[in-house]
């Protein structure tokens, strides 16, 4: 039903910025509540930022809040992650979910039920 294909990612310095990208095809995409994850190799899967179908309510963990920035623009399809002050333990692959309840700001995987493949993050210092 959804389908959701992360960019933007790629290899930055610390201190830096990244724009992530995540563009969603099928029409109920306003319908959705969205989220960020990350995971690092070994480590497991982290929530990164989660916002509400009509972007009134958004969340953030708490070692992002104040860096990163989640917003969405439905007439486009597409959430965004905008990610700045860079640290090398922002590493990871970032993926973006979707979930059926529009106002869920959470950060359980499990509420989330479409996922995109995810885009590498690499933050060298």
């Known amino acids: 039903q959804v389908q959701l294909v992360e960019s933007g990612g790629g290899l930055v310095q610390a201190g830096g910025s990244l724009r992530l990208s995540c563009a969603a095809s099928?029409?109920?995409?306003?319908?959705?509540?969205m989220g960020w994850f990350r995971q690092a190799p070994g480590k497991e899967r982290e929530f990164v930022a989660a916002?509400?179908?009509?972007?009134?309510?958004?969340s953030y963990a708490d070692s992002m809040k104040g860096r990163f920035t989640i917003s969405r623009d439905n007439a486009k399809n597409t959430v965004y992650l905008q990610m700045n002050n860079l640290k090398v333990e922002d590493t990871g692959v970032y993926s973006c979910?979707?979930?059926?309840?529009?106002?869920?700001?959470?950060?359980?995987?499990?509420?989330?039920?479409?996922w995109g493949q995810g885009t590498q993050v690499t933050v060298s210092s």
């Open positions: 099928g029409r109920p995409f306003s319908r959705y509540s």
């Open positions: 979910a979707a979930s059926p309840n529009r106002y869920y700001t959470g950060r359980s995987p499990a509420a989330f039920t479409y």
């Open positions: 916002i509400t179908s009509d972007s009134i309510y958004t």
